[in-house]
């Protein structure tokens, strides 16, 4: 049974800002690739669990410590392995590094849902292999727990509305996840990331949003190197929330 799955990254043009730097949601973007490598390796990507089990994953939460970011073209050194398996979620670990310096790693919290009823299903009925067969804990792999956000954002924390557009839409017909990282992020101006660069990033996935829907996007900076960034919808209700620390 595969214990942990390893990768070569290149840095592309498209992973990078405008300072030739890896940016923070190419930081996910290479998660949700590892994570999709990972279920396909052992035969539990989306596609088999659609057509097995009439179900398919859905991402919950991302979190990242972030300790350095690599350059256009450099190549890193990523790992993904599953951390625990519980009844009805599973979390997965992630390091990225470059000449065995952690560059950034993180967690990622996913679980499988009934196309039929719309339920979480428990991993036992998509015959999810047991923890003890895949959990390889790295030995210098620092990430806790995932963090509950109490901070709420108010109206006074409003800084733009963004409606959902056609590219922003997966197959599933809901908005990506990795869609809302930018649109969140980009409450703050890029002056702001130059002199702040982002240490911590943790995004939780509440509601889904569909094409056309407009997102009421806030930032709440409390100036000592904390920040919770949120979408809401129409009707008021949190879609997804970030906290982020500088």
Same mark, same amino acid.
């Given at each position: 049974?595969?214990?942990?799955?390893?990768?070569?990254?290149?840095?592309?043009? *498209?992973?990078?800002?405008?300072?030739?730097?890896?940016?923070?949601?190419?930081?996910?973007?290479?998660?949700?690739?590892?994570?999709?490598?990972?279920?396909?390796?052992?035969?539990?990507?989306?596609?088999?669990?659609?057509?097995?089990?009439?179900?398919?994953?859905?991402?919950?939460?991302?979190?990242?410590?972030?300790?350095?970011?690599?350059?256009?073209?450099?190549?890193?050194?990523?790992?993904?392995?599953?951390?625990?398996?519980?009844?009805?979620?599973?979390?997965?670990?992630?390091?990225?590094?470059?000449?065995?310096?952690?560059?950034?790693?993180?967690?990622?919290?996913? *679980? &499988?849902?009934?196309?039929?009823?719309?339920?979480?299903?428990?991993?036992?009925?998509?015959?999810? !292999?047991?923890?003890?067969? =895949?959990?390889?804990?790295?030995?210098?792999?620092?990430?806790?727990?995932?963090?509950?956000?109490?901070?709420?954002?108010?109206?006074?924390?409003?800084?733009?509305?963004?409606?959902?557009? &056609?590219?922003?839409?997966?197959?599933?017909?809901?908005?990506?996840?990795?869609?809302? =990282? !930018?649109?969140?992020?980009?409450?703050?101006?890029?002056?702001?990331?130059?002199?702040? !660069?982002?240490?911590?990033?943790?995004?939780?996935? =509440?509601?889904?949003?569909?094409? *056309?829907?407009?997102?009421?996007?806030?930032?709440?900076?409390?100036?000592?190197?904390?920040?919770?960034?949120?979408?809401?919808? !129409?009707?008021?209700?949190?879609?997804?929330?970030?906290?982020?620390?500088?």
């Amino acid at each position: 049974m595969l214990k942990i799955l390893r990768h070569k990254y290149r840095i592309d043009a *498209c992973d990078v800002d405008f300072t030739e730097y890896l940016c923070y949601n190419s930081i996910f973007k290479i998660f949700q690739e590892l994570w999709t490598d990972f279920n396909s390796s052992i035969g539990r990507d989306n596609f088999n669990i659609r057509d097995n089990y009439s179900a398919f994953w859905i991402v919950t939460r991302y979190m990242a410590n972030i300790y350095g970011l690599p350059k256009y073209h450099e190549v890193i050194d990523t790992e993904i392995w599953a951390v625990e398996r519980q009844n009805l979620r599973l979390i997965l670990g992630v390091q990225a590094k470059m000449e065995d310096r952690i560059l950034f790693e993180g967690k990622i919290e996913a *679980c &499988a849902l009934s196309l039929i009823d719309q339920h979480i299903c428990t991993l036992d009925e998509i015959e999810y !292999p047991l923890a003890s067969e =895949i959990v390889s804990i790295q030995s210098d792999y620092k990430c806790g727990r995932f963090t509950r956000i109490m901070k709420d954002t108010t109206a006074d924390d409003f800084v733009y509305q963004r409606k959902i557009r &056609a590219c922003d839409i997966d197959m599933s017909r809901h908005t990506n996840n990795l869609s809302y =990282i !930018p649109i969140l992020l980009n409450a703050k101006p890029t002056s702001f990331y130059l002199s702040n !660069p982002l240490k911590y990033i943790e995004i939780h996935y =509440i509601l889904q949003s569909h094409e *056309c829907d407009e997102l009421d996007i806030a930032v709440n900076d409390d100036h000592a190197g904390n920040m919770v960034f949120s979408a809401k919808n !129409p009707e008021g209700n949190y879609v997804t929330k970030i906290i982020a620390k500088y």
